[in-house]
Nanobody, 114 residues
């Protein structure tokens, strides 16, 4: 399973970005997908997850600002990020669970300037 993330970039505080992550490979369907983020020297932390059935979970720090969604026909997960803050600056990683194993994308940089 390969996960390819895209959509990161530089944005001013209060702006928006949309991340995408497509899973490919010999998969029939991928289960829970999600996004984590990590700053240099810090642990990777949960941003949001979504099950195949559409149940979502968010970190308290992003509730009301970020929205996770997915397209099961494309095995793709999205993260719409609104009202971005400088503290949202991180490398964002997508993840997907398939057959009991977790797979990770390569990470995409999100930088929010004040």
């Amino acid at each position: 399973v390969q996960l390819q993330a895209s959509g990161g970039g530089l944005v001013q505080a209060g702006g928006s970005l949309r991340l995408s992550c497509a899973a490919s490979g010999r998969i029939f369907s991928i289960n829970t997908m999600g996004w984590y983020r990590q700053a240099p020297g810090k642990q990777r932390e949960l941003v949001a997850t979504i099950t195949r059935g559409g149940s979502t979970n968010y970190a308290d720090s992003v509730k009301g600002r970020f929205t996770i969604s997915r397209d099961n026909t494309k095995n793709t997960v999205y993260l719409q990020m609104n009202s971005l803050k400088p503290e949202d600056t991180d490398v964002y990683y997508c993840t997907g669970n398939y057959m009991g194993s977790a797979y990770w994308g390569q990470g995409t940089q999100v930088t929010v300037s004040s």
